[in-house]
């Protein structure tokens, strides 16, 4: 089939990941997945919730929100409506669950981390890319947390990143932009870790139910495009992850020959490393 934008089915788009885009913020990166543009900034505070007050373990929580003009057609601020949507509040608990998946909140100690995810621009898969950018923060975060001496050991396990997958005409397509996920058949989006374990898997058959089949190709999929956006976390973070010292995050020997997360060829002009 032919897509919008040329890519093959089994192609991400073009992906950049840029850390400590946001000055003013603890840690942050900006993800751009295509069209698709998202920050995500982490605040720390020196306190938990009233949950987890006396039990020495910490909290990673996340907000989700749209600019206004993140879509062709402008959305209002939730806040004037006084309460997150429905959609709003499904996607930051997803965000939150799928970093706390891979998090050591003991680590923490009794301290929280909130991670903000905004959309700046939206075409399709602004959870999964708000996701794989707001790990890569956090990570960020975990860094700068250690080098202040405010934690005792590295406060994060494995990678976690999500990708969208569907058949659209009847086959399956990876990282579907707004045009692909409206007249898919089939959507699912899938969160996983860098060593491949499942998180969170939603999917929808949008008109005819899909096959046992079609379920495993969408999986196996999907995991193609996670690990080509694993390496694109380790290539922003660079030497970050030599430091973190954890086997599971340390950054592959790419050598001359970079990996292409696009195609699997050639590595694009993005992925940036952190900006000092």
Same mark, same amino acid.
């Not at 075409?123 to 890319?129: I, K, L, Q, V, Y």
């Given at each position: 089939m032919t897509r919008r934008d040329g890519r093959r089915p089994d192609q991400l788009r073009p992906v950049e990941i840029t850390v400590g885009w946001q000055q003013t913020a603890y840690a942050s990166a900006l993800v751009e997945l295509g069209r698709t543009k998202v920050i995500c900034a982490v605040t720390y505070e020196d306190r938990v919730p009233p949950f987890l007050r006396g039990s020495g373990k910490g909290w990673v929580t996340s907000e989700y929100a749209m600019l206004p003009g993140a879509t062709g057609e402008r959305s209002a601020r939730e806040v004037a409506k006084g309460r997150p949507g429905g959609r709003t509040h499904e996607i930051q608990r997803l965000i939150g669950r799928s970093l706390r998946a891979v998090a050591d909140t003991e680590a923490f100690g009794e301290s929280t981390l909130w991670v903000d995810c905004d959309v700046l621009q939206a075409?399709?898969?602004?959870?999964? *890319?708000s996701i794989t950018g707001a790990w890569v923060a956090l990570f960020a975060a975990g860094h700068r !947390? /250690?080098?202040?001496k405010r934690v005792k050991s590295f406060p994060l396990r #494995?990678?976690?990143a999500a990708v969208s997958v569907g058949l659209v005409d009847g086959t399956p397509c990876l990282d579907l932009h707004y045009d692909e996920d409206v007249r898919a058949e089939t959507d699912m989006n899938v969160v996983m870790t860098g060593l491949g374990g499942l998180v969170e898997v939603q999917g929808t058959a949008e008109r005819e139910p899909f096959s046992r089949e079609e379920l495993d190709a969408l999986l196996d999929l999907a995991g193609q495009g996670i690990q080509a956006l694993v390496k694109a976390q380790k290539q922003a973070l660079?030497? /970050?992850l030599e430091? *973190? *010292?954890i086997p599971p995050l340390r950054r592959l020997a790419l050598g001359p020959a970079q990996l292409d !997360?696009? #195609?699997g060829r050639s590595l694009p002009s993005g992925a940036r490393g952190p900006n000092r």
């Open positions: 075409d399709g898969g602004t959870r999964c *890319a !947390l /250690m080098q202040e #494995d990678h976690v660079g030497p /970050m430091e *973190a *010292a !997360l696009s #195609d």
